[in-house]
């Protein structure tokens, strides 16, 4: 067992419970984010100019799924 948990379990069971739930909460955050390589930013961002270059020049979801499962 880690010196951490032993300390934590030291804790009144409120304060466990709260350490749980932000710990729990932490994770649930780092979830959420998405972290891009150096490449895939330029990508999006060579994406984007061209959407705003050209708006009317892309395909609706529908279109593309149309279009692959016609194959």
Do not use: C
């Not at 895939?40 to 959407?51: K, N, P, S, V």
């Amino acid at each position: 067992m880690s010196h951490i948990l032993e300390e934590a379990l030291k804790l009144p069971e409120a304060e466990r419970l709260k350490l749980a739930d932000d710990l729990y909460e932490s994770v649930e955050r780092s979830k959420n984010e998405v972290y891009l390589t150096p490449e895939q930013e330029a990508e999006l961002a060579r994406r984007l100019e061209d959407y705003e270059k050209n708006p009317g020049g892309n395909f609706s979801w529908e279109e593309i799924e149309a279009e692959a499962l016609s194959r």
